[in-house]
């Protein structure tokens, strides 16, 4: 599996990978993508709870795998425990005294109910990063509260700011709660083996899902703190920023993100309105976002005579930021993406090539292969594993 990984920073990392569903198994991920070995350790029987969930691929034998599950946990090795068990508790001592770094996304004090909490695990391993990864972190009153993405998206105001005005609640459509953790841990876990450089000691990263999403709230709390008005939904439309949208046209939609004055000009200039960029209503950021409603009509009613592609042109043509609305198929085939190898190719043994999202964390001294080793079968690697530490 060694030989299969990506090279990187991380190449020298053991990575014990003690979680499931998303927001662990993608921080691993990344983890992985960096050249970092991981271990996934999994329940017996059903492993991760992720490969149940669809959608779901036939294989050549007719059996199906969660696409889901192999798009998370690409690239690493499988071992099943139960951490319950005497032996398999031995088994991942021994993991724990070879690795670098533990990932766990289990809900405070269920570590420490099992014996391998931070401080009995610090006493003794003292150079491991514990990186704990749970709804509401380790601390506060909610820490042995469960969470899922959904419930940390409704809790930590992201919710409330997506969708239009007066719809009802609008999940943001990745699961945004997961990713932002698994994010903010990767970016936790690197500052801790930095440190360690240093010190010699590893330390306990403590990442809560709803801190992550209270972190990401940035223009909203902004805008509270200012004026004391509760942000709401918006749709498309930028609180604080005009023409910053979606827009209409004859035959669909575009993004529109003029963020200056000399934007707007060049858009109202493509337009073959001129005229709006001097209009008192629009002269300046402010004056458009007072009057975004007025704005809106005046650009739309503009953009209603052509299709959106012969409008994109000219305002690339001016320097205007702008974009079609893409859909999946369209970003899977898209010039950019695939320039910056952002489609790769898992080869797993029973489905064959499977593309799936890239790495987007780009480094100069490193190649980015178009190729990905598939994600381990449950218990995949156990031989393996036991020979390497004596145990089997």
Known sequence: ????????????????????????????????????????????????????????????????????????????ESIALDLKALDDREIFDALLARA???IENYRGGTMEKLGFGWEALQARYPRLIYAG???????????????????????????????????????????????TAGLFALGGIS???????????????????????????????????ATGDVPGPLGSRHPSIAPFAAFATKDGHIVIAAGTDLLFARVAKVLERPELATDPRFRTNPDRVAHWQALQHEIETA?????????????????????PLNDVADVMVNPQVAARN?????????????KMQGNPIKLSTYDDPTTRAPAPDLDANRAEILKELGLE
């Open 133 to 179: 990864i749970s709804g509401f972190g380790h601390t506060g009153p909610y820490a042995q509260r469960p969470a899922y993405d959904m419930v940390v998206q409704a809790m930590g105001g992201i919710m409330s700011l997506t969708g239009h005005p007066g719809s009802p609640p609008t999940r943001v459509g990745s699961s945004i709660g997961d990713l």
């Open 191 to 225: 500052a801790a083996l930095y440190d360690r450089t240093k010190t010699g000691r590893g330390m306990k990263v403590d990442i809560s899902m709803l801190d992550c999403q209270v972190a990401i709230l940035e223009n909203a709390i902004a805008r509270y703190v």
């Open 303 to 323: 953009l209603a005579s052509r299709n959106s592609a012969d409008w994109l042109r000219p305002l690339e043509e001016e320097g205007v930021p702008c974009a």
């Open 342 to 354: 952002m489609i790769v190719t898992a080869l797993d043994p029973d489905l064959g090539p499977l």
């Open 1 to 76: 599996m060694s030989d299969t990984r990506p090279k990187g920073p991380f190449s020298d990392i053991l990575v014990v990978d003690l979680t499931r569903v998303l927001a662990g198994p993608y921080c691993a991920l990344l983890m992985a993508e960096l050249g970092a070995r991981v271990i996934k350790i999994e329940p017996p029987h059903h492993g991760d709870d992720s490969r149940m969930v669809g959608p779901f691929l036939k294989t050549k034998s007719g059996k199906t795998k969660s696409g889901y599950f192999l798009s998370i946990n690409r690239g690493k």
């Open 100 to 102: 670098d770094v533990l």
